[in-house]
């Protein structure tokens, strides 16, 4: 049966797939709100049929360890046959990391902290996403948040074996629940072009991811149309499989202290430094990858593509600045630098002054 299935109706092939597994008892992980909001509670409890089916939903967004070690019981008490998340990059997330976490406290946040790894997982996994962004439909990694510290939990059996790409079920997105996925989804495609550890097949998807998210983003958040939230979730996955090759880069690495710090939306959060690092990496670009965002971006140079990204960002209600934050570079500055995620840092193309950064982002 085919691994990944797209377009419109087609979480109507979630049948098929419990059936392939001889799925009778499903663990249902889902958002609060947005379950139904999508539609995706009316189409797909109807699919379950007679089966027996428990729903997971009390979790908050960016999952934390508290939440995820009583969902792990909750799962194991269970005992599914099979696991069906159905939401955003957090409800993706948490479906990816119940699947393998034990009930033992100690050894559970061994494995958050990637002190040791973890077997195979408990059922598999079929992905639903409901927005256009994170991407965790197609990544071996999800994130969790210990004692107020962030970590990727990253590993082959994390990776979703079914995924329905149904754009339907994003149809329901707010204007600004657009922006904010898809701001995420294009930055994740930047970064992983120009990621180190890209290849030609992450910079093959990447490239695609870039052009769709970034030629419908606009139409999708202020004139949403079929064809744009069809684009919006194709591009969305290209930049979760590219990043599952690659990984991110800085603008991810600063963005979950922007997101712990002032309950900035981590696309959003994202968003906020990527002008500056296109900036910082342009030299280190290469020619394919700026071309193309020369292109999009009607830009000749670093200054004007830092413009026009900053363009964007106004045109989909994404134009947050530092300052209105109360962000204090003289007094935080030191907490932000000292936040960042040294792995993703690690992956950027470009060495940097802290300096020159201040200096960038005091402009944005």
């Known amino acids: 049966m085919d691994k990944e299935i797209f377009g419109e109706g087609s979480i109507q092939s979630l049948e098929c797939i419990l059936n392939h597994n001889s799925a009778q008892r499903v663990f249902l992980v889902t958002g609060k709100k947005s379950y139904e909001l999508s539609g995706a509670k009316e189409k797909l409890e109807d699919l379950l049929g007679n ?23 909750d799962i194991r008490a269970y005992n599914p046959d099979i696991i069906v998340a159905v939401g955003g990059g957090s409800v993706m997330d948490t479906a990816k990391i119940l699947s393998v976490l034990p009930t033992d406290s100690l050894e559970a ?4 902290k990637g002190e040791i790894g973890f077997q195979e997982k408990i059922a598999p996994i079929v992905a ?34 079914h995924v329905i790409l149904d754009p339907e079920l994003t149809y329901s997105m707010s204007a600004y629940q657009t922006a904010v996925s898809g701001m ?28 769709l998210v970034q030629t419908n983003i606009e139409e999708a958040v202020n004139n949403s149309t079929q064809l744009s939230r ?20 800085a603008p991810h690495a600063f963005s979950y202290y922007l997101t712990k710090k002032f309950n900035i939306p981590h696309g959003e959060a994202v968003g906020m430094t990527m002008g500056a690092f296109l900036v910082i990496n342009y030299e280190n670009i290469q020619k394919e990858g700026l071309d193309l965002l020369h292109d999009l971006f009607d830009s000749d140079s670093k200054f004007s593509l830092y413009n026009r990204f900053k363009e964007m960002r106004k045109n989909i209600g994404l134009d947050t600045k530092f300052t209105e934050l109360g ?23 470009s060495k940097f002054q802290n300096s020159y950064l201040k200096k960038l982002l005091a402009n944005i």
């Open 230 to 249: 069809k684009n919006m979730a194709k591009g969305a996955n290209l930049a979760g499989k590219a990043i599952n090759i690659s990984k991110t880069t």
């Open 184 to 211: 995420d989804a294009l930055c994740q495609g930047i970064e992983s072009f120009w990621a180190k550890g890209a290849t030609y097949k992450s910079q093959s998807y990447a490239k695609d991811a870039i052009k």
């Open 128 to 161: 639903i996403p409901t927005t256009s962004g994170s991407g965790s439909e197609a990544t071996h990694f999800a994130v969790a948040y210990l004692n107020n510290l962030k970590y990727s939990v990253a590993g082959k059996s994390l990776l979703p074996d």
């Open 51 to 73: 089966r027996d089916f428990h729903r997971h939903f009390e979790f908050e967004e960016n999952p934390k360890y508290s939440d995820l070690f009583q969902g792990a019981k």
């Open 327 to 349: 962000f204090d570079t003289d007094n935080q500055w030191d907490d932000f630098m000292t936040s960042v995620n040294k792995e993703r840092l690690k992956n950027n193309p």
């Open 109 to 112: 946040k061994k494995i958050i």
